[in-house]
């Protein structure tokens, strides 16, 4: 059963930093692309960007490139997200994901809020 557990959100001033990790379980994690996603109160789920499974290499969204970080650590089964630089339209509830056996499964969502 695929599992996926986010942490690390926050309340944090703008421009300030976070950490997001999302920790996966019940599937073979080096095998597979990670994503992060967001969504904000009243509004579609956004994508934010992804890293690939072998070589690790990351894309972005445009509105997140040159701020956001996504990493992984296989030996650790976790995926993190490096936010800097935030904004105040960052804010959102930040949620990690996995396409398995034709399936896509979820995290619960950590928050972060970008306020002054």
């Known amino acids: 059963q695929v599992q996926l557990v986010e942490s690390g959100g926050g309340l944090v001033q703008p421009g300030g930093s976070l950490r997001l990790s999302c920790a996966a379980s019940?599937?073979?994690?080096?095998?597979?692309?990670m994503q992060w996603y967001r969504q904000a109160p009243g509004k579609e789920r956004e994508w934010v960007g992804l890293?690939?499974?072998?070589?690790?290499?990351?894309k972005y969204a445009a509105s997140v490139q040159g701020r956001f970080t996504i990493s992984r650590d296989n030996a650790k089964n976790t995926v993190y997200l490096q936010m800097n630089s935030l904004k105040l339209e960052d804010t959102a509830m930040y949620y990690c994901?996995?396409?398995?056996?034709?399936?896509?499964?979820w995290g619960q969502g950590t928050q972060v809020t970008v306020s002054s």
């Open positions: 994901n996995a396409y398995v056996n034709g399936e896509i499964s």
């Open positions: 019940g599937f073979t994690f080096t095998n597979y692309v």
């Open positions: 890293v690939s499974s072998a070589s690790s290499i990351p």
